[in-house]
Nanobody, 124 residues
């Protein structure tokens, strides 16, 4: 079992930045890809970014490319999401998740463990 705790969410004006962190406990996540997803009110949870086990490969949703950066520290068992140039449409609850594989995936079905989420609100 893995427990994930997200932090770093909050209220920010459009154009601002936030850094989300996800801390894992219970077992190492160093052999797993990790992902960030988000869910806006009344909408499905959607893929944002993923990183492979080593951190050497990252994949992003098109709408966040060039603005968001996913990174990981396997020694600390953490994964972060740096979000710059935030837009009101980025408003959502953000979740981190542990992948079933070492390689990246956009598919939500390839993730086993989830955190409780952290709210990000971007005002215009």
């Amino acid at each position: 079992q893995v427990q994930l705790v997200e932090s770093g969410g909050g209220l920010v004006q459009a154009g601002g930045s936030l850094r989300l962190s996800c801390a894992a406990s219970g077992r190492t996540i160093s052999h797993s890809a990790m992902g960030w997803f988000r869910q806006a009110p009344g909408k499905e949870r959607k893929f944002v970014a993923t990183i492979n086990w080593s951190g050497g490969t990252t994949v992003y949703q098109d709408s966040v490319k060039g603005r968001f950066t996913i990174s990981r520290d396997n020694a600390k068992n953490t994964v972060d999401l740096q979000m710059n140039s935030l837009k009101p449409e980025d408003t959502a609850v953000y979740y981190c998740a542990v992948g079933r594989r070492t390689t990246t995936s956009r598919d939500i079905r390839n993730y086993d463990y989830w955190g409780q989420g952290t709210q990000v609100t971007v005002s215009s």
